[in-house]
């Protein structure tokens, strides 16, 4: 069974700082990763994705992750967070299982950003 | 219709009594998914449906929960009897599905409160 963790709960920043929001996998096989964000009273809403090819992959609104399948990882960057920025960010994996591809959640990280 | 679509967007109930919430995918999405987000939780998987295969039901916490997919297309996700722990925010999320290269829109959910 795939699985993910997110290992920070709630993340407060200052505006112009860097960000960066951990996420660790676990599946054996092929997976498809994502980072999703929930801005506050709005829906969930796809920021980046990977599937293949560069691991370096670059989403909306200045973000990008990092594939490394040597550990397991997908963290999430952005290198100057904006006030905006507030929400929550959900990792998740879909693993190659061949039968239900169900998309897995990580926990969930709150961002703050104060202004 | 452009988006993923569920109503209510807000259901207020007493406990015992049975809910049905309603889920309207993006059109020509074969797989529909329902997942359940708890304050301060992640998102838990309920329940995926693909095309006419048999339905995933691994993610329902009881036998309470049920959901069919007609024709494809709408979903209506049940639960009988309710309870105050099922007080949640159901989300429900639509995709294509080519091999395992595809990404999830979610809908807006529906809050649902059992007092």
Known sequence: AQSVSQH?????????????LGCNYSYGGTVNLFWYVQY?????????????G????KGIKGFEA????????FNLRKPSV??????????????DSGSARQLTFGSGTQLTVLP | GAGVSQSPSNKVTEKGKDVELRCDPISGHTALYWYRQSLGQGLEFLIYFQGNSAPDKSGLPSDRFSAERTGGSVSTLTIQRTQQEDSA???????????????AFFGQGTRLTVV
């Not at chain 1, 560069?54 to 992959?57: A, G």
């Not at chain 1, 990092?66 to 990882?73: A, D, L, Q, R, V």
């Not at chain 2, 639509?94 to 990404?103: A, C, L, M």
């Open chain 1, 40 to 52: 506050p009273g709005q829906h969930l809403q796809l920021l980046l994705k990977y599937f293949s």
């Open chain 1, 54 to 57: 560069d691991p370096l992959v």
């Open chain 1, 66 to 73: 990092e594939f490394i399948k040597s550990k397991f990882s």
């Open chain 1, 82 to 95: 904006q006030w905006s920025d507030t929400a929550e960010y959900f990792c998740a994996v879909n693993g």
């Open chain 1, 8 to 20: 920070n709960h709630h993340v407060i920043l200052s505006e112009a700082a860097s960000l960066e």
């Open chain 2, 89 to 103: 925010v159901y989300l429900c999320a639509s995709s294509f599905n080519r091999g395992v290269n595809t990404e």
